[in-house]
């Protein structure tokens, strides 16, 4: 494609990605249940177009209403989901029960927090809209954090939403009404927000943003293990650090924001509720009895590892059992001191760290060897974080359920009266220690 023609075709993006959850049809025969979809798409086509200039045959929205199987489906999904500028999720409770579903919000949800980071500025892109009401409590993080007056799209909207308005008649005007100004959202969010294409990602290896069907809001911690730019070692650059280690930004200039911004907003992407905090602040680090609290990502720059202090304290951990720990190693291949430093920083870090060093190379190779890019750490991250929220349930303090301990109930023989009874305590008693016998027997 020549220069020339490349921000016209920026401009025939879709506007948006219409991402709905298939309903399975009730029996083997009857109308298709999607066809109520496939009307509200069209109708925000053709309000898109009347809003905007697009020419004839432009793209004004995209919507899969193909079943999601056979050759090339990912890649398509993948290519839209990095070029579309507005991502309009169908709220349902079906949509969140969806993998799929939240395959493509989290595709999507990347592509805000890149471009956010780049350009230091808010890019929010998501526009919900209400298929079938969910209660505030079952939404998941992700949707919940939106911030989004559904009222303005009328009140007959919010109580019976798309579904209802578009399936009975008597709710036509509030259903024109309420595609209209979603439509408008839509192309004002589109304009706003300029969210720039990126590369696909491949569709069937990343997570859902939804995480686990019932779970809810995961705990993650992230510590960062960086120097500031005032203990720096001699001749090292300070472009790259703040005046803490959470200010660590190894991907400047590229990224406008540091690095544990950017792998906040990544995990939170997959509801988790995220803590950052600074490795030379947790004393919590030395005690390696404790249970863990929460899987937990540390972010370690190689430079760190010039203080002493703080290569014995990272040596210390490495030494104790923590497999809910992953360590991710960024750096910037455009970083000429690290480039130029590679065989030393790398050794050091082996030095201090080779069981951590040991479990990243198991689980994906570039974690423990080095993030050279800020796309890359987006890719790696959530497979980094996952990982140890397995660990984390794995070896996490299990807790019984509350209440006092209670002796197992006996069989003692019919109902007798209170004489008979104290007449026959032995044989009661002999009927219940057989009747234990058994049951042990069965255990």
Request: proline share 9%; aromatic share 8%.
């Amino acid at each position: 494609m020549a220069a020339s023609d490349e921000p016209r075709a920026a401009n025939h993006r879709p506007y948006f990605f219409l991402s709905y959850a298939h309903t399975p049809k009730h029996g083997a025969v009857g109308p298709d249940p999607d066809m109520w979809v496939e009307r509200l798409f069209r109708d925000l086509c053709a309000h898109v177009m009347a809003m905007t200039n697009l020419p004839a045959g432009a793209p004004a929205g995209f919507i899969d209403r193909e079943l999601r199987s056979g050759e090339g489906w990912s890649e398509r999904l993948g290519e839209v989901l990095a070029t579309c500028r507005v991502f309009v999720p169908l709220f349902s409770p079906r949509y969140f029960g969806s993998e799929m579903c939240g395959k493509e919000w989290y595709a999507f949800a990347q592509r805000a927090i890149h471009e956010q980071v780049r350009s230091n500025r808010t890019a929010e892109a998501i526009v919900p809209a209400l298929w079938v009401p969910v209660p505030p409590h079952q939404l998941p993080g992700p949707a919940a954090r939106l911030q989004f007056n559904h009222r303005a799209f009328g009140e007959r909207y919010v109580t019976d939403g798309l579904y209802g308005l578009v399936k009975l008649r008597i709710f036509a005007e509030e259903y024109e009404r309420a595609v209209y100004e979603l439509a408008k959202r839509i192309v004002s969010v589109a304009d706003a927000s300029d969210i720039g294409p990126c590369r696909p990602v491949d569709y069937r290896a990343i997570p859902s943003a939804f995480g686990s069907p019932s779970a809810g809001p995961r705990p993650m911690k992230l510590t960062v293990a960086a120097p500031t730019r005032h203990d720096l070692p001699e001749g090292r650059h300070s472009e790259y650090y703040g005046d803490t280690p959470l200010d660590w930004n190894p991907y400047h200039p590229v990224s406008a924001q540091p690095l544990s911004r950017l792998a906040e907003d990544l995990v939170r992407s997959l509801n988790y509720q995220a803590t950052v905090s600074s490795f030379d602040e947790e004393v919590l680090h030395l005690d390696g009895k404790q249970p863990p609290s929460c899987p937990e990502v540390l972010l370690v720059d190689r430079w760190a590892l010039h203080d002493d202090e703080r290569r014995q304290r990272l040596s210390a951990f490495d030494s104790e059992h923590r497999p809910w720990v992953s360590v991710v190693v960024p750096w910037n291949r455009d970083d000429h001191q690290s480039r130029a430093s590679e065989a030393e920083l790398t050794g050091r870090l082996e030095d201090t760290m080779p069981s951590k060093m040991r479990e990243g190379r198991a689980l994906t190779r570039a974690a423990a060897k080095g993030v050279p890019s800020m796309e890359a750490f987006g890719r790696i991250l959530p497979q980094v974080a996952e990982s140890a929220a397995q660990q984390y349930l794995k070896h996490a303090a299990v807790y019984p359920p509350g209440g006092g301990h209670h002796e197992r109930p006996r069989l003692i023989g019919p109902m007798v009266t209170e004489q008979a009874a104290t007449r026959s305590i032995p044989a009661v008693q002999d009927l219940a220690l057989d009747a234990e016998d058994t049951d042990d027997s069965r255990s």
